[in-house]
């Protein structure tokens, strides 16, 4: 496998970063600004966007556009190095239109909605007029086994009568998100893996209530707000069903694959940022006579940290490279792979950059203490470290020798 990137990638990335510096970067301190007193996205965004689009940088995370849809069109392995460009900062996907949930969204839409569906909801969210999310977890049950969902959907008619409690769903608090992907029982009945079903349900139907905006470890998700709600009788029509009824976990698999390894690519940017931070805080502050730089325990954190980056970077573009060769199925042990270590890795980096910052790593001036409140959040988020472990075991290759007869160890004496 080689890694380097393709001329036409190189391009790409190159015309990225242009963008991202002149354009984006110096309204990071606006957008801080604009977060800090208001819930609405920053009003320079829609300009943003406008540039964004006119300069062909846009829907890059899509990699199955069809011939009328607005975007890019890279690869997943292209991909890989722009999301770390966006990574750098939390708010800069949606510049690009490359913000979850709406991504995994368009892309379960892409896979398994009819053409109807898809002028209805896709078109919407490709052009960024809308707002999407996901609803899947929920208070009452243990959703890292996600065939514990309990929400009902109960065909009655035409139409499905929807009763249930979500939480934890990333964009759904947006005044922006118009609609819903609800995943409930259809049919309690059927196999464990075929009781669920997905359904799209529009935010202002009868009996959809935002119970409240909620936060993660005291930080705020300001491009994707997250929120609890409650599924009182609402009823939506059969059509709105996506995919078949009982295929709730296709639907949920085809989506959640692209969410979790771009998570992990923005997340590789991201640590970029801190180990820069790390540099240039430790050469500019002084302790007992020597800057913080000369300290070997300091120069051993910033060395670790390069060594982790670099390994998690590599598995992220094996894991691109494999969903581009062999599809989601062919790639499901190589995102459970990314998916383990990355949140892992980024918690790591960022508890040494806030140790070498100091009391301002904890504060609202640096990125820091969200680096480290979102990769523990990415542990949990999108199946759990267990359940990813367990799956990595599970693909683990049974050998055929036993300890007795192992050529690796020497004969026991007779």
């Known amino acids: 496998m080689d890694f380097n990137l393709s001329g036409r990638a190189e391009q790409w990335r190159e015309k990225l970063q242009a963008f991202f510096d002149k354009e984006v970067l110096p309204r990071h301190r606006d957008w801080l600004a604009h977060v800090a007193i208001s819930r609405e996205t920053p009003p320079f965004m829609a300009g943003l966007q406008e540039k964004a689009r006119a300069a062909g940088l846009w829907n890059l995370a899509l990699p199955e556009l069809a011939a009328d849809e607005p975007g890019t069109k890279l690869s997943n392995l292209e991909y890989a190095p722009l999301a770390e460009i966006l990574g750098r900062l939390f708010w800069a996907s949606e510049a690009f239109n490359c913000q979850a949930p709406d991504v995994p969204n368009m892309i379960a839409l892409q896979n398994c909605a009819t053409p109807e569906q898809k002028a209805r909801w896709l078109r919407p969210l490709l052009e960024a007029r809308t707002r999407s999310a996901f609803g899947m977890t929920e208070p009452d049950v243990a959703s890292s086994d996600a065939t514990n969902i309990a929400t009902r959907m109960v065909r009655d008619g035409n139409d499905y009568v929807i009763n249930g409690r979500k939480w934890f769903i990333t964009g759904a608090a947006h005044p922006r998100c118009s609609f819903l992907i609800v995943m409930g029982v259809t049919n309690s009945d059927a196999d464990r893996t075929r009781r669920h079903s997905c359904i799209m349900v529009p935010m202002d139907t009868p009996g959809v209530r935002l119970v409240r905006r909620l936060s993660w470890m005291g930080c705020q998700d300001h491009v994707a707000p997250i929120g609890e709600l409650t599924f009182d009788n609402v009823r939506v029509p059969a059509e709105n069903l996506l995919g078949a009824e009982g295929d709730g976990f296709k639907v949920a698999q085809v989506r959640l694959g692209p969410a979790r390894i771009h998570h992990c690519m923005r997340s590789i940017g991201l640590c970029e940022l801190l180990i820069e931070l790390m540099m240039v805080r430790a050469m500019e502050r002084s302790t007992f006579g020597r800057t913080i730089i000369q300290y070997d325990t300091v120069q051993r954190w910033i060395a670790e940290s390069r060594v982790e980056l670099e390994q998690a970077r590599l598995l992220a573009y094996r894991c691109a490279w494999r969903l581009d060769q062999s599809g989601h199925h062919g790639a499901w042990r190589d995102v459970s792979l990314i998916k383990v270590a990355v949140p892992a890795m980024l918690q790591r980096i960022a508890d040494r950059a806030l140790q070498v910052f100091g009391a301002m790593g904890g504060s609202e001036d640096t990125p820091i203490h969200q680096a480290l409140a979102w990769g523990r959040l ?34 026991r004496p007779a």
């Open 378 to 411: 990415l542990r949990i988020g999108d199946g759990p470290d267990e359940v990813h472990l367990r799956q990595i075991f599970r693909m683990e290759p049974t050998p055929t020798w036993t300890i007795a007869n192992s050529p690796y160890l020497a004969a």
